[in-house]
């Protein structure tokens, strides 16, 4: 796998993807989500609307979160990517931390992305002294460990739990003559990372779904980029902007399982 700088707009990921490229790799073994499905998409700093639109394209229903009564009846969370120190502070300031806290511990399935991984770990390194997070999972999480705005780049990545299944099951075709998403061999999830974080320190119970694994990549080459504990999942990078909706698809299949579920 060959990491790719890119030129991207801003550290929110406000860039399309290649929708050419992403209507290859859409397709999952990962279940449809439940009937009348609520997910909330926090909306108070970020890239909200790339996730919501991921989300009503799998045909869940979806209800920005502003306020604190606006987290009342989700079925799930999805925490976008965005500045994770703003965010923090409008989290306070609007009063949803403590209760933002208090479902995640009663078992809420949430989806962190970029800043959103960051907001849900339970230590934050190289931020601000007055930076909040969630606690939701067990992990310390380095922020724009990847470098500035201009180190921004892409790679594809295997991630555990992500398959597409065989497009030959009888076996006429040489598997070797087919691409590995056609070959019954896991399809590598095309990742956009914008002043990525990276986690550094995975505590007890917490799940390792990703590593960069690329030797152009330098000392960025192993790095954690995708962990789940229980129904929490969260990842460095931007699905949202690809196309590929098959990160946002396992979290809806953690959603659908109820809370504390892997």
Do not use: W, Y
């Amino acid at each position: 796998m060959r990491v790719r700088r890119v030129g991207l707009q801003d550290a929110t990921g406000q860039r399309a993807g290649d929708p050419a490229d992403a209507a290859e790799v859409t397709g999952s073994a990962v279940s449809a989500p439940a009937p009348h499905t609520l997910i909330g998409v926090l909306a108070v700093q970020g890239g909200v609307s790339e996730h919501e639109r991921a989300l009503r394209g799998l045909g869940v229903e979806t209800r920005l979160v502003r306020r604190r009564s606006q987290l009342d009846g989700l079925d799930g969370l999805v925490l976008p990517g965005g500045e994770s120190t703003t965010m923090s502070k409008l989290l306070e300031i609007s009063g949803m931390i403590g209760p933002l806290r208090g479902l995640l511990a009663e078992g809420l399935p949430a989806f962190g992305t970029c800043a959103g991984l960051i907001m849900l770990g339970s230590e934050i390194l190289d931020t601000r002294e007055d930076a909040l997070c969630l606690g939701a999972l067990d992990v310390s999480v380095r922020r724009n460990a990847f470098g500035r705005q201009v180190d921004s780049f892409e790679t594809d990545l295997q991630v555990t739990g992500i398959t597409d299944v065989t497009a030959d099951p009888a076996g006429t075709t040489d598997p070797a003559d087919l691409p590995a998403a056609v070959a019954g061999r896991p399809a590598p999830v095309h990742a956009v990372f914008i002043r990525a974080p990276r986690v550094e320190r995975v505590g007890e119970g917490v799940e390792v779904l990703a590593r960069v694994d690329d030797r152009t990549a330098g000392v960025s080459d192993g790095a954690v980029v995708a962990v789940r504990q229980g129904s929490v999942l969260g990842i460095s990078f931007h699905p949202e902007l690809t196309g590929d909706t098959r990160m946002h698809r396992l979290f809806l299949e953690s959603v659908a399982s109820g809370p504390g579920s892997a």
